[in-house]
């Protein structure tokens, strides 16, 4: 079984560029997350959908960062216009649960690595 | 005050040796607990879950204090592929919350 992927492994953009990430998850995961390793800094988390719509954002730093769940299939995170604060790696993950409360095992997908010069 | 808390090394230990990493949480209302490990330029991988009773699997034994918010991890006769970073994770609800990681490295 295929695990999380996304799209591109590396993205290198000048400041007030526009980039847009991808994240497949595990087929039949309707939770997806997004979170954020900035560089000396621990992974944060970003935002999590179930299935298209948005369970929890509270971690979007600012309105420069959209995400999208169409479908409740893949996801994008695009950000616009890009900051060089927004340098960092970016996860992505899936779980299978969607009922209550109930911690299923988050699978993390390899990361973006994006550069904003 | 950050939501999790770890020394972050570098530990350095010869092959054989037993290491122990610690890790406290600031939210008295987590929920879950776990050690994840994450390769260089690699993703988080989930290592063990964290039950209050303690919990052994293999070489690793992982142990939550609920009351002191203090969770630790213990490798035993580490391996040279024990070395990366352990990441302890706390969550609340869906989110999982980040220490920044103690990274291991085991020398031959």
Redesign the interface.
């Known amino acids: 079984e295929a695990g999380v992927t996304q799209f591109p492994s590396h993205s290198v953009i000048e400041k007030g560029q526009t980039v847009t990430l991808r994240c497949d998850p595990i087929s039949g995961h309707d ?1 997806l ?1 997004w ?1 954020r390793r900035v560089m000396g ?5 970003l935002l ?1 959908f179930v299935k298209e719509s948005k ?2 954002e ?2 979007m730093p600012n309105n420069r960062f959209l995400a999208e769940r169409t479908g409740g299939t893949y996801s994008t995170l695009k950000v616009q216009p890009a900051e060089l604060e927004d340098s960092g790696v970016y ?1 992505c ?1 899936s ?1 299978g649960t969607s009922g209550g ?1 109930s ?1 299923n ?2 699978f ?4 973006t690595r994006l550069t904003v010069l | 005050r950050k939501e999790v808390e770890q020394d972050p090394g570098p530990f350095n230990v010869p092959e054989g040796a037993t290491v122990a990493f610690n890790c406290t949480y600031s939210n008295s209302a987590s929920q879950s607990f776990f050690w994840y490990r994450q390769d260089c330029r690699k993703e988080p991988k989930l290592l063990m879950s964290v039950y209050s009773s303690g919990n052994e699997d293999g070489r690793f034994t992982a142990q939550l204090n609920r009351a002191s918010q203090y969770i630790s991890l213990l490798i035993r006769d580490s391996k040279l592929s024990d070395s990366a970073t352990y990441l302890c994770v706390v969550n609340s609800g869906y989110a999982l919350n980040f220490g920044k990681g103690t990274s291991l490295l085991v020398t031959p």
Do not use: L, R
Not at chain 1, 41 to 45: D, G, M, P, S, V
Not at chain 1, 108 to 111: A, D, E, R, V, Y
């Open positions: 939770n997350y979170y800094k621990e992974i944060k988390f999590h369970q929890d509270s971690g996860f993950a779980s409360y911690y095992e988050q993390f997908g390899p990361g």
